[in-house]
């Protein structure tokens, strides 16, 4: 159930930010708010689709170097 929920919720951000894309350029001529969430399309997809860039595990008060 967990995974489906996160697969919907990716789908609604990823439908609102075309939206959003969609109403900078064909609707209000705003080309530098197109950009900025044209890189954040497309760095969600790059992302989402290089799983080299996932986080492996997370661990809060672990240091990867010792200070």
């Known amino acids: 159930m967990g995974k489906l929920v996160q697969v919907i919720g990716n789908l609604l951000l990823y439908g609102f930010l075309l939206w959003l894309l969609y109403d900078s350029t064909a609707r209000e001529w705003d080309p530098w708010f197109a950009v900025v969430v044209a890189f954040v399309l497309v760095l969600a997809a790059v992302i989402t689709a290089v ?11 672990a240091y990867p170097y010792d200070d």
């Open 51 to 61: 799983p080299a860039l996932h986080a492996k595990s997370v661990s809060p008060g």
